[in-house]
């Protein structure tokens, strides 16, 4: 078991920054793999970013890439996702996700694990 608590989500302007952090506990923070995903109202979840269980390898949406940046710190048992440069269509709620495999990737299915979300809204 894996339990997963969003936070850094709020409301910003066009062009503004927020960073998302997502603690985790339970099972050894370090032996899983972490992404974010998100949802805006009526609309699908969708992918945003991941990063498998030791930092090396990070994948990013085509629509986060260059603006978005996942890390983690295994000593806080803490994933981040880094948001600069936000556009209105960034507007959603943000989870995080924990998956058992060594790199969940794009996939929500491949993560057993999530958050309850933290609301991000950018403004026009």
Known sequence: QVQLV???????????????????SGRTFSRVAMGWFRQAPGKEREFVAA???????????????????????????????QMNSLEPEDT??????????????????????WGQGTQVTVSS
């Open 6 to 24: 969003e936070s850094g989500g709020g409301l910003v302007q066009t062009g503004g920054s927020l960073r998302l952090s997502c603690a985790a």
């Open 51 to 81: 990063i498998n269980w030791n930092g090396n390898t990070a994948q990013t949406a085509d629509s986060a890439k260059g603006r978005f940046t996942i890390s983690r710190d295994n000593a806080k048992n803490t994933v981040f996702l």
């Open 92 to 113: 959603g709620v943000y989870y995080c996700a924990a998956s058992s495999s060594n790199f969940g990737g794009g996939v929500a299915e491949n993560y057993a694990y």
